[in-house]
Each structure stands twice: as C-alpha cells, then as structure tokens.
C-alpha cells in the first residue's frame, strides 16, 4: 500500500518550526493537533496520486488499495498558522509606513502588494485558528521579535523616523530579512506539517515571498 515517509531533511525542518515556540515535544505533548481520518479502498482504475511537495507521485494501478486520508492537523501546523499571524502583522506595519516615507516609486508599489497580499492571509489564519477552536494570537504579539526575520522594536522606530532615499533602503533591507525568515517558517510547515490549507499557504508564502525578495534586492542595486 503506497504510503509516504517524511525524510530525515524534513523531520529536521519540522523541529526547527516547534522550536520557534520553545516546543520540544511532540502532538501528544501538546495536545493541540486533530487526527485525520483514514479509510481505505480498492482502485478501479489507474491513479497517479500527487506526493507532498517536493516528492515524487505514487501510481496506484488498478486492483491495489489506496488510503484516503481527510482532515486531521498536527502541532507543526498550528505553530505555522499562529505564528505566522504576528510575522505578517509586523510586515503591515511595515509596509503601510511607506505611503508617507517612501521616496521611489517602485518601493511604495512593493509595500502595496505586501499590504494586499498578507492582509488577506492573516485573514485566512485567523478563520483557520477560529474554525478549530483554538486562540487567535493577541494584538501586540508582533513586538515578539524572537521569530525569524522579525525586526526588533528599536528598529521599526528607525526605519519610522526615516524618510526618503533613507527609508528607501531601510525599508527594503528590513523587509527582505523579515521575508527570508517567513520563508525559514513556511519551508519548516511544508515539511511536516499535515493540514492541506496550511501546507497551501505555506507553500504560497514561500513562492511569493522569495519572489518579493528577488524584486527588492534588485531595486535596492539601483537605488
């Protein structure tokens, strides 16, 4: 029966994410994951089935059982969600001090994006914590700059005591180092988490973000 082991890379990556939090232990510990209903059934037909991201495909052929796996969420994937919340927080907060500062164009079109585009998906993580009855991080949770990438409170009042060509830079520093650590996380979650719409959106954050570091890192060359 066609079933998929996490490698050693990325049971690593998985503990990384629950060390974020100073999680050591594992669903049982915490409590806080959904086991996932499994059943089992004979196929017809010949199916490819996708593997997670990064892995090869299963093909089922006609006549081998299959499992079929629904629902379910693990520690990893909470972690993720919730702290995701507070890092996409901080980039708002970040972003929106552009409109007012910035002095190139292109850099107050890549704080737009990121206001359209994390300001949907803290919406996403925000119903995807509620719907499973668990707590929505607190406002404030932002200033805890222990997560990757997260710039400290000393930082974020220079970067707002800035203006012009120096927030140009600053700003686009900062805002590449908090992407590569969204990047850190989300890679982490892709790796162990469980949760179909949690892997989707750490998968979207990875693609989308180190696209936005790729663009900032070009306007900062030419600034």
């Known amino acids: ?10 049971a690593a990556a998985a503990l990384a994410l629950l060390a974020l939090a100073g999680c050591a232990g594992d669903d049982g510990d915490t409590g806080r994951g959904a086991p996932a209903t499994t059943t089992t059934a004979t196929s017809d037909t010949r199916v490819v089935a ?53 002095q190139d164009e292109r850099v107050l079109l890549v704080a737009d994006r990121i206001i359209a585009g994390q300001g949907a998906e803290i919406t996403v993580l925000e119903n995807w914590l509620e719907q499973r009855g668990l707590p929505v991080p607190p406002a404030g949770a932002e200033h805890d700059h222990g997560l990757p990438g997260m710039i400290t409170p000393l930082q974020l009042e220079q970067l707002t005591n800035t203006s012009g060509a120096e927030f140009d830079e600053l700003f686009l520093t900062y805002m590449s180092q908090h992407h590569a650590g969204a990047i850190e996380m989300a890679d982490a979650a892709v790796a162990g988490g469980t949760d179909q719409l949690a892997l989707e959106l750490a998968t979207d954050v990875s693609v989308t973000q180190g696209v936005e570091i790729d663009r900032m890192r070009e306007i900062l060359d030419t600034l």
């Open 50 to 102: 996708p593997g997670r991201p990064g892995e090869t495909a299963d093909v089922i052929e006609p006549g081998e059982d299959i499992e079929i796996v629904e629902g379910g969420y693990s520690e990893i994937d909470v972690r993720f969600v919730e702290q995701m919340i507070p890092h996409h927080r901080q980039a708002l907060t970040m972003a929106e001090l552009a409109a007012d500062r910035a």
């Open 1 to 10: 029966m066609p079933r998929v082991t996490p490698g050693s890379t990325a």
